[in-house]
């Protein structure tokens, strides 16, 4: 009994060390580095694109994106991960979110994540009036699809 417990654990153990190494080597190359390491481990989390297409439709009455798209409420999402807080030209950012930018924030996987949970509690002073997705499936799945707007 105990031998087999201790097979099991094993196995857990060196399946799951195996697996990480190769995850955190592998970030996603359409992803401009550096990204953190919880970055490199989202990144291989399985997501709904299709779930998350949904979850977005509470994000275009003020984001628009595409190749036509246009600053609306809030600036256009297109290229988000990877990009700079607060780079949009010509759209007019709170100073709290291009403050951040200037200090080094750039919209990872894992940054949008913690943003997206609680805008508010992510950079006080930021103007985006959404209160937060708090599922965390729903946040993942909607950044999988984030990552295909261009
Ligand atoms: C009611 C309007 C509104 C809704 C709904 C909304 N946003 Fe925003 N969003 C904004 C505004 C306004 C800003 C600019 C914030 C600032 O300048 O502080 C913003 C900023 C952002 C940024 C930062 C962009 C950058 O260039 O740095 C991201 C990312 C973002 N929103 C994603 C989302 C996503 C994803 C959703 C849907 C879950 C969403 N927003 C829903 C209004 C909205």
């Known amino acids: 009994m105990r031998s087999q417990f201790v097979c099991a654990a094993l196995f857990f153990f060196c399946g799951f060390s195996a697996w990480l190494p ?33 979850i977005f ?5 003020c984001h628009d994106s595409g190749p036509s798209a ?5 600036p256009i999402l297109n290229d988000i991960i990877g990009r700079k807080a607060g780079s ?16 080094g924030l750039v919209w990872t996987p894992y ?18 009036p959404f209160v937060g997705l708090k599922d965390e499936r729903e946040r ?3 950044i999988g699809y984030l990552k295909t707007l261009k």
């Open 111 to 128: 940054k949008l994540d913690a943003f997206l949970m609680s805008p508010n509690d992510f950079l006080g002073g930021n103007k985006m």
């Open 22 to 54: 190769n995850a955190l080597a592998t970030p996603d190359p359409d992803i401009p580095l550096p990204i953190s390491k919880s970055d490199a481990l989202m990144l291989h989390i399985p997501t709904d694109i299709e779930n998350g297409a949904r």
């Open 70 to 74: 246009l600053n609306r409420v809030g």
């Open 88 to 103: 949009i030209e010509g759209y007019d950012y709170s100073k709290a979110l291009v403050r951040a930018g200037k200090n």
């Open 57 to 61: 439709a509470g994000c275009v009455g």
């Open 140 to 142: 993942r799945d909607l």
